[in-house]
């Protein structure tokens, strides 16, 4: 029986490893770091998280990732199981303590006996006579992979910068003007309704921290980077800014749910902090992405009222993206059309979020795990929101302005001619169905698998 070589060591590798090995096929995983490190990581554990350390909400009923979370979970992930074990209070949001996340996948897989890990850079795409093999790399694909994408292709590589967003000590937040809540002191997993700190800004203060914003020094960019467009989910705070003076309010400040128990009012605008790890002792500022320098960041944040003081465990910062232009690449199985030993999986496919990238590897482990031994696996039904996300980036993405997408409702197929519901009974209609679809589909691989 053949291996599965899969190259790069982060979400969508891990679920795809894991899926082909419990598949009963031996797995190969290439992780460059140490040997290579990135501009955003800091350690060499697996699945490391660089940005938030929210996988978003857990809703199954009412949110399109809750639904791929459920979906997850039912197949078996590796990466939910981590977050389940290490979540932290975050309202409706599933939030794990990042470092116990990346020690329970990197553990999981360096004990697995049909997996073996090697820690060395690929710079180049394997031959076929290697084998199948999965390209994993996410949005920091080494450069000399990335150029050899691009010759096999013949497609340029789209690329973007996502923003790394502060984490602050809690003891130095001031709880005297900050206060613990959940927009409508919305429960969570693991959470009490009280999950978020909240710094309140009024109108004459927000009006000052978006003019330093504005004014504030930000990073340079390389000749090469100068291009190189944003991903429109993950914006630099500053970016926002420009775009308007109430674009924040309206976004990552909007202050709607909350309410200041000093006078019992709604704020004009308000900043989020979001735990960060399972003792509770850092807290990232949410939504606050930033290309500003870091000296720039220290002065500018500590405006807000209740940061005054604030000691950043970690500044906000930038890293190059690249994804693949998959409808035009890729076919339903993943494989690439050039290459059809080769299959792609994660970011570099053009979903985006932990999550998505994380459900893309797993259905990326579960094809190539079905091709080596003989029982093909056909794509999930796109009523589920595995199948919609991959039919999306693999044929229902307009090819010309495919970018980057998370899962949403929006792709899915709607409910049947006739059926008259809207609003939030229409996502649970269509999160029921795709769950008992979802049913079907598992117990028809498990079916072709014995």
Known sequence: METLHIIGGGLAGCEAAWAAANAGVAVVLHEMRPVRGTDAHVTDGLAELVC????????????????????????????????DAHKLPAGGALAVDRHG?????????????????RRAEISALPPSELGPTIIATGPLTAPGL??????????????????IAPVIHRDSINTDIAWFQSRYDKKGPEGDGADYLNCPLDEAQYGAFIAALLAGEKTDFKDWEKSTPYFEGCLPVEVMASRGVDTLRFGPMKPVGLSDPRNGRRPYAVVQLRQDNAL??????VGFQTKLKHGEQTRIFRMIPGL????????????????????????????LKAAPHLRFAGQITGVEGYVESAAIGLLCGRFAAGEIIGAAIAPPPPTTAFGALLDHITGGADQKTFQPMNVNFGLFPDLPPGTRIRGKDRKQALARRAMADLETWLNGTRAAAE
Not at 309 to 329: E, M, V
């Open 146 to 163: 990335a150029n050899s994408i691009r010759i096999l292709t013949g497609e340029d590589s789209l690329a973007f910068f996502d923003a």
């Open 101 to 117: 996340f990346s020690a329970h996948i990197t553990h999981a897989l360096e004990r697995h006996p049909a997996i073996e890990i």
């Open 280 to 285: 509770g002792t850092l807290w990232n500022m």
């Open 52 to 83: 938030s350390n929210s996988l978003r909400s857990d809703d199954w009923l009412n949110n399109a990732v809750g639904l791929l979370h459920a979906e997850m979970r039912r197949a078996n992930s590796l990466i939910l199981a981590a977050a």
């Open 308 to 335: 005054e003081d604030a000691q950043f465990a970690r500044l906000g910062g930038l890293h190059r993206n690249t994804f693949i232009n998959s409808p035009r690449l890729l076919d339903a199985q993943l494989r």
